[in-house]
């Protein structure tokens, strides 16, 4: 017998790193019983939001745009009411505090549909944050059974009175065959147009303050002061900090070393020209692009933040530094960009990492444990077929 499962989630544009595990779960699990749909509400005049259909057609996921006129349309309820009469789904999946807040509403209507939710975390901070906690303070308890992709949100939601029987801390995961190592970066980066011998560092994100990328591109242009290493920094990613980048860029003389990319669908192909990764957040969840990074055997430098410690082992699979350290950023970067063989040791360590703890196989088989629990397949040992 299926189950539908229906993933829940409002987004802006192409969305950020949850849609990277979202769109690619149906696959893993519809052998096991659990088709899915994924419903994200979006502006209706997001021109973005097509980059978003576009990589949930590259994955066969089933995706459908629910009109979202902000946040007093109410009228997104009844949208949502019709699409669960027409799709039964037996699970309501969802990603943020509008969706728990809508799956909550709905169960009078469906008081069949189990409800379960992922928590990502907060980590943009705006006026609106005290707003969507207060939100999931109610809400979260009242689900069956929540999701926690970091070790601090799964204390921070069994905070919220969720007990600890309804709460899985559930890391992201990366698919090892897709993420892997496919030629050496410097085939790579000749293709690419990048100058023989020159290092290229990468950075993926939206362009925001929590981010710390300003950090970034003041430690990286230390490091070219300081040291003979010719390279050039990759950022990848869109947002409203562009115009200070940019001028942050131009103020210190390093147009032709510092490139931001905007937004890039070609990821994959750009980690092969990279030699080095450098996570400069002062806020995250467990950031997809550190484990794609390790996967694809691109040695790493990243802040501790929530998740990043209980994934890279500093000095084995990474090098670690405190939030806003511009300091240690650079130091850390420095003997990065100047040891061939650290990085080499660093890429062995990072890869091994992401097939024994992080692979996509083995994080959908914990979320199937989770769906086999709240349905009830658990105990009854059903056959999903």
């Known amino acids: ?77 009844r949208r949502f009411r019709e699409l669960c009469e027409r799709l039964q789904p037996t699970i309501w999946h969802a990603h943020d505090y509008k969706s728990d807040l809508i799956g909550l509403l709905l169960r009078r209507h469906f008081p069949n549909m189990h409800l379960v939710t992922t928590t990502h975390g907060y980590v943009e901070r705006t006026w609106k944050l005290p707003a969507y906690y207060a939100i999931d303070k109610w809400c979260l308890p009242r689900y069956e059974h929540v999701v926690c992709v970091s070790e601090d949100l799964y204390e921070t939601v069994t905070g919220l009175g969720v007990p600890a029987s309804r709460c899985t801390f559930v890391p992201n995961g990366i698919d090892t065959d897709e993420f892997r190592r496919l030629r050496p970066s410097v085939e790579a980066k000749r293709e690419a147009g990048v100058p023989d011998g020159r290092m290229v560092v990468g950075a993926v994100g939206r362009l925001s303050a929590e981010k710390g990328f300003d950090m970034l591109i003041k430690a990286f242009s230390r490091v070219l002061a300081s040291t003979d290493t010719d390279a050039e920094l990759w950022i990848l990613g869109e947002g409203r900090e562009r115009p200070n980048l940019e001028q942050l860029i131009a103020d210190l003389g390093l147009g032709d070393r510092v490139k931001l990319m905007g937004f890039r669908t070609d990821t994959l192909e750009l980690y092969q020209c990279m030699d080095a990764y450098a996570l400069s957040s002062l806020r995250e969840g467990l950031p997809n692009v550190v484990l794609e990074a390790m996967a694809t055997g691109v040695p790493l430098v990243a802040t501790r933040t929530a998740g990043v410690p209980s994934v890279v082992e500093d000095g084995e699979s990474g090098l670690l530094l405190d939030p806003g350290d511009e300091d240690a950023l650079t130091d850390r970067l420095s003997r990065l960009m100047t040891s061939r063989e650290l990085r080499e040791r660093l890429a062995a360590g990072a890869r091994k990492t992401i097939e024994e703890r992080y692979s996509f196989a083995l994080r959908m088989s914990r979320i199937k444990r989770i769906y086999d629990q709240v349905t009830g397949r658990a105990e009854s040992g059903a056959d999903p077929s």
């Open 1 to 77: 017998m299926t189950q539908l499962v229906l993933h829940t989630r409002v987004v802006v544009g192409a969305g950020g790193g949850p849609e990277k595990t979202i769109i690619n779960s149906p696959r893993f699990l519809e052998h096991d019983g659990y088709p899915m749909v994924l419903a994200y509400m979006r502006s209706p005049d997001d021109a973005g939001f097509a980059a978003l259909e576009q990589r949930a057609a590259e994955r066969n996921a089933d995706l459908v745009a629910i009109d979202d006129n902000g946040p007093f349309d109410w009228g997104i309820v």
